[in-house]
């Protein structure tokens, strides 16, 4: 249906226009009904569908619905498709449920794996959290349901979230914090943007007129609404005239009636008002005009999240003990495998309408084996609580009498839901000490020893050298049972890598000084070196890195080539590599592409993640591998330029299994034409012009009188080294130069003139 939006707004009343910028109740925009101006509804969603039933007495009364996994876990997956097939299914719930906007997905930056919300968020890398989710926005929106990727920006911790300011230099928003939204916004271009609760250097997400209408707009090109997050607005008035469009939830009428006063007081623009309104009369008519008839078909959709999870755990260990023998007599031990927990606490919390525990699958399993002839013996022993984490001596006792008469024993270990949810922090990275000791008196008595993690975000394991393999499952959804007997029997190959790094120890995590800060700062100190970018720069051992994950079969990949030797700015450079299934098994492989700056102009990660692509080979098979890269993917951040800035030099291309695990390298050579820009004064170092064309020559008389510094004796040459004498020459103010000029240049400023004209 055409219609005329301005010529609507013009027909509504002052408080009808400052009405729509708030919420009818917890979920749902206020309609004008004498306009035909509907209400829409909007429901949480990063990993399913949590729909407030009506029938409830709380907002937490969520009709039974599927529960994918959880980002923590299909981040994992590597695989921009099938979270664009997870997008539509989701989609396709909300259509059929009537809710119009999905609030997700999160892209919030691991910045410390202590983060309680860590397991809503997708990785440790912007490029892979914003990949990931503007493939989740195409597949949710292309049935024409909005999406509201959130939470922008810099929220990264729980402790006092709705007051801390997060101080963070512009180039740490630029590179880290910035890109997953500003990747979605570009590619994928979601119906709305959800605020964040905390403070950006001293100044509400919610009022951030540079954040949400100078960057978000006008840079990146954002055209739909931005709403707060729940209850994060502070100042109302000073949130509109900095772009946050709707207050959620209803604030009761109290900031409609602010707006309205403000207006008639001349305090306000009503232009503003008008521009907020119409971005929200956009989206809810999108809706309402192009309603599709959706499907929420819960086995349908239970399928695909037990398939989204198999292609997402990621086998951490593996000393020849995986995929376990059908024949063999197992143990499973851990209430995790009774009662999985599968997602986190808080708001994205589903009503899963089932769940299938790893027990149930194994039954099912053994049913099917034994049909074929083939029986399948396990037994089961609780070894602790699901609920709490802790065991007892009795439990303890009866899963060790278990594992001495098995063969091979099968831990189902992780957190409780206590340890991390929305709205507090973790405070340590352990796993509850009962089952750390059960962990490891089990390895004492059965040497064959396979571990099954349950968890949100990384943990310590003190054990790992102890046990034979390790799977992690992370928060998997209800079909996470499924995927894991899958996994274990060889059903299903692993594919999964790891979007986050696991530390050996909490004190060795980038931000450990300074998380979650005093209350009210929390200083980003670690800047851009954030996960995997830290570890390498600092060399720091991790107990599993960035990317990694195994299979149950091998990849060798070869013959890496590059459509050009040379690259500008404008340009796009293909890079082609063949990988090959070494192996005996079917399986899917994630090919990363890192980039390595080695001109030495600026401080940067010893290497950052530019391109990934998973393929599916079957045994024997090789494919050739395309990706590209153009200029962003060898940037940084200039704040000097107030843009993105590759220096002119040589570059390396990696490609790797993970970050740590490299196996083919071809260097690059980038010509850039734009010149940073610098400001030439007397204090001005040497070192920082040497790089400008012609300045190396018009020192040169400088230079060498630095050189006839050292002398020609032994004894001189010893005092005066040629290194000292360089980097004396180089960290020399251009002041101190004056009496070195000679006769060459009569007037200090003429030759401060003439440099700078050199380096414009």
């Known amino acids: 249906m055409k219609r005329n939006i301005k010529d609507l707004i013009k027909q509504m009343t002052l408080e009808e226009k400052a009405g729509l910028c708030s919420g009818l109740d917890a979920w749902r925009t206020k309609p004008v009904e004498r306009l035909n101006i509907p209400s829409i509804m909007v429901s949480d969603g990063p990993h399913g569908l949590r729909k407030q039933d009506d029938s409830g007495n709380s907002s937490n009364d969520s009709i039974p619905a599927v529960c994918f996994p959880t980002a923590c876990a299909y981040s994992c997956s590597f695989d921009r498709d099938l979270l664009e097939e997870m997008g539509k299914t989701i989609g396709d719930e909300c259509q059929a449920e009537d809710v119009a906007v999905v609030l997700g997905p999160a892209v919030n930056i691991k910045r410390s794996p202590l983060c309680g919300r860590n397991f809503e968020y997708v990785s440790e890398d912007p490029y892979t959290a914003g990949e990931l989710a503007s493939a989740f926005i195409k597949g949710v929106q292309s049935k024409n349901i909005g999406t509201s990727i959130k939470h922008f920006a810099a929220n990264n911790q729980e402790f006092r979230r709705l007051t801390v300011s997060s101080e963070v230099s512009e180039r740490a928003l630029r590179e880290i914090y910035f890109p997953a939204f500003e990747t979605a916004v570009k590619q994928s271009q979601p119906d709305t943007v959800m605020c964040s609760y905390n403070k950006i250097n001293g100044v509400f997400s919610s009022e951030n007129k540079r954040l949400l209408t100078e960057i978000l707009r006008n840079e990146w090109g954002f055209k739909g609404f931005v709403m707060s997050d729940w209850g994060a607005v502070n100042d109302r008035i000073k949130g509109l005239e900095a772009g946050l469009d709707l207050e959620m939830p209803s604030s009761g009428g109290l900031t409609d009636a602010q707006i309205v006063n403000a207006v008639k007081e001349g305090t306000l623009d009503e232009k503003i008002l008008d521009t907020s309104v119409e971005r929200l009369l956009r989206i809810i008519f999108k809706f309402h005009d192009k309603r599709q008839k959706g499907s929420f078909n819960k086995e349908a959709h239970h399928k695909l999240a037990v398939k989204i999870e198999e292609e997402s755990i990621v086998l951490l260990k593996n000393e020849s003990i995986l995929p376990l023998s059908p024949h063999a007599k197992a143990a499973f031990i851990g209430g995790f495998a009774e009662k999985p927990r599968f997602q ?417």
């Open 344 to 760: 986190g606490g808080g708001s994205s919390h589903i009503n899963a309408f089932k769940t299938v525990s790893f027990l149930s699958a194994a039954a099912d399993f053994a049913l099917e084996q034994s049909i074929k002839g083939k029986p399948v013996v396990f037994g089961y022993a609780k070894g602790f609580d699901a609920v709490t984490g802790e065991g007892s001596p009795e439990m303890t006792q009866e899963a060790l009498a278990l594992a001495q008469k098995s063969d091979v024993v099968v831990v189902f270990a992780g957190l409780p839901d206590t340890y991390e949810c929305e709205g507090y922090d973790r405070n340590h990275l352990k796993l509850p000490e009962s089952q750390n000791t059960l962990i490891q008196d089990l390895a004492k008595v059965n040497k064959n020893i396979v571990v099954v993690l349950h968890n949100g975000s990384p943990v310590e394991m003190d054990w790992a050298d102890d046990v034979k393999g390790i799977v992690e499952a992370y928060l998997g959804g209800q079909g996470v049972g499924q995927a894991v007997c899958g996994i274990l029997y060889g059903k299903v190959n692993p594919s999964g890598k790891l979007a986050e790094t696991f530390p050996l120890r909490l004190e060795d995590t980038p931000s450990y000084l300074s998380f979650p800060g005093d209350g009210k700062k929390t200083v980003y100190s670690e800047d851009i070196f954030v996960g995997y970018r830290y570890y390498d720069a600092r060399k720091i051992p991790v107990l599993f890195p960035f990317g990694h994950g195994l299979s149950y079969t091998t990849f060798s990949y070869s013959d890496l080539k590059l459509d050009k030797t040379i690259l500008t700015d404008t340009d796009t450079l293909t890079i082609s590599l063949k990988v090959k299934n070494t192996g005996t098994m079917n399986g899917k492989e994630v090919i990363q592409v890192y980039v390595r700056d080695k001109t030495g102009t600026i401080q940067r990660p010893e290497k950052e993640l530019k391109n990934f692509e998973k393929i599916y080979l079957q045994s024997g098979e090789e494919k050739t591998v395309t990706m590209t890269l153009n200029k962003r993917s060898f940037a940084y951040y200039s704040e000097a330029l107030g843009d993105w800035h590759a220096a002119s030099g040589t570059y390396e291309i990696l490609v790797g299994k993970s970050s740590q695990d490299i196996v083919l390298r071809k260097e690059i050579t980038f010509k850039t034409s734009v010149k940073l820009p610098i400001t030439i004064t007397p204090n001005t170092n040497v070192s920082d012009i040497l790089r400008y064309e012609g300045i190396p020559q018009l020192l040169e008389p400088v230079r060498e009188r630095y050189n006839a510094m050292q002398g020609t004796s032994e004894s001189a040459r010893e005092a005066i080294t040629k290194e000292m004498v360089e980097n004396m020459y180089n960290d020399t103010p251009l002041r101190s130069l004056q009496g070195l000029l000679g006769t060459n240049f009569k007037d200090f400023d003429e030759f401060l003139n003439r440099i700078r004209q050199m380096c414009c």
